[in-house]
């Protein structure tokens, strides 16, 4: 069935896309909606959302932020939008539409990475994180998860850094230089685009020699008797951690989880601390971390690497912590203790150590098997479609399971929308 022949169909819905990943995804989102017999809009607001649109249906909007919410507004009522569907809600712009949305009943749809990785997307009805709908009552898991499947773990696509870093180069620099054609638009990045590949081009510089480093360690890690714990880091610029944590920065987590360390972990215990592996290097992580080891007192027993299998790592590991980074699923489908310090979606009874950090450290609390099997089903399922953002074959399949689960009001079904969200966002932690 084409759009145009869909005109008098009581079921067709309005869908507006607001910004997504650098990447044609959304596009072929679009172009499958419509060919179910549904309308698609789009608001670009800068270069690089024109680049990777390139269809019709667009709106270019060129004002300030300021007016940006009562046009918005305008926008939903005057074009009768029925669904919203974004990537990254907690940017400014889209909290915003978010908001006019919800005041309209209108469906808010989110795209992410997904947290089943490495092949899969993220699809919520909601919100992710502290927004999310999916359940947080372990019976409710277990109940809804009873007749599900097990995922089928083995990979389908693949993407490459380059056709990554490619998509992002496509997006982020004509944002630079042809930012007069969106005069209004305001960032939500905490780095300057170049600022950031200044940072990757001398942190690839030299990624072979850390690469080894990493391999030297966890090498020498898991040959050890030893307990040690990961504690993974996330991308400063991550929202999952500026929005969904008491923290307003990584420094303030990694300061408070050196601390409880030192004072309370097992005198033989190692903390290892993982670069996230998309961070561009503006940040002297090794250095503060260094810096405040040494007056922990705990230099011998911190270990920094920028590298290395994740997985083999966790392997021999004492358990994990993290803010809210989705590497606590991959500790957790490996049975492996887990202590959030944030919101996040796998932090539930049973599943996650619910103790305070402090009491972790000496006995790690691993999940319930029968509850993260659950967890895992539902989760794909429900809220996970396979497909990637970098790839032909990743993005031609992520859409056609995205558009297909728009289309069939299948988002977070069977059994994961709770109403409303069964978790809270955190209050900012005051620092002296």
Avoid at 133 to 142: K, R, S, V
Avoid at 279 to 295: E, F, Q, Y
Avoid at 309 to 327: F, I, P, Q
Avoid at 386 to 394: H, P
Wanted: charged residues 20%.
């Amino acid at each position: 069935m084409t759009a145009g022949a869909a005109t008098n169909n009581p079921h067709r819905r309005t869908f507006l896309f607001l910004q997504g990943p650098s990447s044609p995804i959304f596009a072929k989102v679009a172009a499958r909606l419509e060919a179910h017999g549904h309308r698609c809009l789009r608001i670009n607001l800068n270069p690089g959302d024109q680049v990777f649109w390139r269809r019709g249906g667009a709106y270019n909007y060129r004002g300030s932020f300021s007016e940006w919410s009562g046009y918005v507004g305008d926008f939903i009522r005057r074009h009768g939008i029925s669904d919203l569907v974004l990537l990254g809600e907690e940017r400014p712009y889209h909290r915003t539409a978010i908001a006019a949305a919800q005041k309209h009943g209108i469906a808010v749809f989110v795209v992410e990475m997904g947290y089943l990785r490495p092949d899969w997307l993220t699809l919520e009805r909601g919100g992710m994180s502290s927004n999310s709908h999916f359940p947080a009552d372990p019976g409710q898991i277990l109940e809804a998860a009873a007749a599900l499947p097990e995922p089928d773990w083995r990979q389908r696509y693949s993407q490459t850094f380059l056709a990554e870093a490619a998509c992002d180069l496509l997006y982020n620099l004509p944002n630079v230089f042809l930012w007069f054609l969106f005069p209004g638009y305001r960032r939500h990045a905490i780095f300057h685009p170049l600022a950031e590949y200044a940072g990757w081009l001398k942190r690839l510089a030299g990624a072979r020699r850390q690469q080894r480093a990493a391999e030297a360690i966890i090498r020498s890690l898991v040959s050890a008797n030893s307990p040690y714990f990961i504690y993974p880091l996330q991308l400063e610029t991550d929202y999952q951690l500026r929005a969904h944590s008491p923290f307003s920065s990584q420094k303030e987590a990694l300061e408070d989880i050196l601390i409880s360390f030192a004072q309370c972990a097992p005198s033989a215990a190692k903390l290892v601390i993982k670069v996230h592996p998309l961070d561009n290097s503006l940040i002297p992580w090794r250095r503060m971390i260094d810096r405040k080891a040494a007056m922990l007192g705990i230099s011998e027993r911190v270990a920094y690497i920028d590298g290395g299998n994740l997985d083999a790592l966790m392997e021999r590991s004492a358990g994990m912590v993290t803010v809210n980074s989705t590497a606590g699923l991959h500790a957790l489908r490996q049975g492996k203790p887990v202590k959030v310090l944030g919101r996040a979606i796998f932090d539930i009874v049973g599943l996650t150590d619910q103790q305070p950090l402090d009491a972790f450290w000496a006995a790690p609390q691993p999940p319930d098997p029968a509850l993260s099997a659950a967890m895992f089903r539902l989760l794909a399922a429900s809220i996970q479609v396979r497909g990637n953002f970098y790839s032909n074959a990743g993005t031609d399949a992520g859409a056609e399971a995205i558009a297909k689960r728009l289309h069939e009001h299948m988002v977070n079904q069977p059994g994961a929308f709770v109403d409303p969200p069964p978790r809270q966002k955190p209050e900012k932690r005051a620092r002296g």
